[in-house]
């Protein structure tokens, strides 16, 4: 997957988890977190879809490149490379 | 009985399958309009059901909805349309003085079948099931909900007490009201059973899940070819406060509990006992200091199954076979709502109260001659003049039985 690609999967299991926020203009560079409501548990909510839909396991000492879209891409990037998107 | 002890019932809300609010519900009951419908269910054919379609969105977020179960989202929508209802000045409540008390049935079906059909899917790999499992499944969910939603601080528990829940989720919020624990309870019953296939498949094994080719005719308690249970959703929770608290505020008062019991049976698994029911509705009786002929009208919590309608007939009749007191059904109507049962059942009747009239029970083709009722109301309401007193069975598997003696409050 592209970055561009993986920026969608993510906004994607954006949608499900926070179904009332307008994710139109989110800001990349800033946390999600302080964007949106987001707890603990919306969070692993995302770990858990990229596991169910990409089988990668995200170790716990990793979590923190997952604050913003622009670090959570970053991290996703070389991990995700040969990987299509999921249908 | 000291005027503390007195607890009232001060607002009400609910979701049936054929009403999302009293209004609506008691205007259906009324025509005899029934909410049983056919319903998709996993690895079974279709089954028939008690569905509700209240605005799940009117008190919660899609978020909320989405992070919670069925039946936190039933007992929030209930808990606010009772609030609403009430009159209280929910900003000026002491929140820490609220206490909420709901009954079930079961909880944590629901959300344990959809996890292990999201894990099959992935070759059972525990890997990817849900964090959210424990949360959603612990019995406490539906009541926790609750306080989460209207940032109550009181004390909260569910009480489990099969099919009687919902009578056990007004007898405890009766009992906390009356330790001065705390001053509001929101009580109540709640289900979200329609939601797991378990339930229609053991009640099936049992060959106790009705059928009927009519969904509306498919529950028929009392009824010679009544075949089983309708499973349904729905929840019917109230505020309630003691007397003085409700006379002070100038609260409406939809009715006063005048007595209540709980018993077991002691018997059987699942099949009832008519001499423990029988025991349970005299024993409210002597606490509400009343006679069988002071009861102008029986809530039955019949379910249609064979044995269990004949046992509760044969109670009944034990205890008011020289009476003139009516007996009416509503689960022939919404099929049987489990931990809300007793509380719908309840509510659908108190308006009698104001105008006088028993709903029916529906699907009374051939009355079954084993049951003997001779005062059922049968098929269409009936006008009994004036309704002072209403009691409300609801008996459960385990032989659990729970029975609510309600007073018209006339000041």
Known sequence: MTGEEIRQVILDILERIAPDEDLSSLNDTVAFREQMELDSMDFLDIVMELRKAYRIQIPEDDYEHLTSMASTVTYLEPRLKDVPVAG | ?411
Request: proline share 4%; net charge negative.
């Open chain 2, 1 to 411: 009985m000291a005027l503390n002890d007195r607890i009232v019932i001060t607002g009400i809300g609910l979701t049936a399958p054929n009403g999302n609010s009293l209004t609506e519900y008691r205007r259906n009951l009324l025509d005899g309009v029934s909410g049983v419908v056919q319903y998709e269910t996993r690895y079974m054919p279709p089954v028939l059901a008690g569905v509700c379609d209240f605005d799940e969105l009117r008190y919660q977020t899609r978020r909320e909805v989405r992070r919670g179960t069925r039946a936190g989202s039933i007992a929030v929508y209930c808990s606010n349309e009772a609030i609403n209802h009430s009159g209280l000045d929910w900003d000026d409540v002491d929140k820490s003085r609220v206490g909420v008390y709901l009954g079930i049935t079961e909880h944590g079906n629901v959300e344990t079948e959809n996890e292990i059909y999201e894990i099959s899917q992935f070759d059972y790999d525990t890997k990817v099931w849900s964090h959210h499992h424990n949360p959603r499944t612990v019995a406490n969910n539906p009541a926790g909900e609750v306080t989460l939603n209207l940032k109550i601080t009181g004390p909260h528990l569910t009480v489990g007490a099969a099919c009687a829940a919902g009578n056990a989720g007004f007898i405890q919020a009766l009992q906390m009201l009356r330790l001065e624990e705390i001053d509001v309870a929101v009580a109540g019953g709640v289900s979200e059973s329609i939601h797991t296939f378990g339930i229609f498949a053991s009640f099936q094994s049992q060959g106790a899940l009705a059928t009927h080719e009519d969904p509306a005719q498919a529950s028929r308690p009392f009824d010679t070819a009544r075949n089983g249970i309708v499973v349904a959703e729905g929840g019917g929770i109230c505020t309630l406060e003691r007397l003085p608290d409700a006379l002070k505020r100038g609260a409406t008062i939809y009715g006063e509990i005048i007595g209540h019991a709980m018993n077991s049976d002691a018997s059987d698994f699942v099949l009832p006992n008519s001499e423990r029911q029988a025991e349970c509705i005299r024993l409210a009786l002597s606490r509400a200091g009343i006679t069988p002929h002071d009861v102008d009208l029986v809530s039955s919590h019949a379910t249609a199954t064979e044995q269990g309608d004949i046992e509760e007939a044969t109670a009944l009749k034990a205890v008011f076979g020289d009476t003139r007191t009516a007996v009416n059904n509503t689960k022939s109507f919404i099929g049987h709502a489990m931990g809300a049962a007793g509380a719908l059942e309840l509510l659908g009747n108190l308006p009698s109260f104001d105008d006088g009239i028993a709903h029916a029970t529906i699907n009374i083709e051939s009355p079954d001659p084993r049951c003997q009722l001779t005062e059922l109301v049968a098929n269409k309401p009936r006008d009994l003049g004036k309704v002072q007193r209403i009691l409300n069975n609801s008996f459960g598997m385990l032989g659990i039985n729970s029975v609510l003696i309600v007073e018209k409050y006339e000041g």
